[in-house]
């Protein structure tokens, strides 16, 4: 099956940048389509960006050319490079795998806590 799994959460500062990895296991990598989402509480899980097998980025328009998504096929790996954090940024970031098979897969989530 499919696999993926976050890491890089954690607490920073209002202005301050955090990166995510997600690392992706059980699926050819190069051929599927990745994406970061996340959920704050009491709203509803959100896209945040994402790459397809050809980088081709799409963002939220609430990120504001503050985040860059990017993938290291080597490493089975996509990212999320997130500066100029602002509290609204807290919430669980999930990443997101879908193959070219119709097969998809949610990681367990990140914490990410924006302090003003």
């Known amino acids: 099956q499919v696999q993926v799994v976050e890491s890089g959460g954690g607490l920073v500062q209002t202005g301050g940048s955090l990166r995510l990895s997600c690392a992706a296991s059980?699926?050819?990598?190069?051929?599927?389509?990745m994406a970061w989402y996340r959920q704050a509480p009491g709203k509803q899980r959100e896209l945040v960006a994402g790459?397809?097998?050809?980088?081709?980025?799409n963002y939220a328009d609430f990120v504001k050319g503050r985040f860059t998504i990017s993938r290291d096929n080597a490493k089975n790996t996509v990212y999320l490079q997130m500066n100029s954090l602002k509290p609204e940024d807290t919430a669980v970031y999930f990443c997101?795998?879908?193959?070219?098979?119709?097969?998809?897969?949610w990681g367990q989530g990140t914490q990410v806590t924006v302090s003003s």
């Open positions: 790459i397809t097998r050809d980088e081709t980025t």
């Open positions: 059980g699926a050819k990598f190069r051929s599927s389509y």
């Open positions: 997101y795998l879908l193959s070219n098979y119709g097969l998809n897969s």
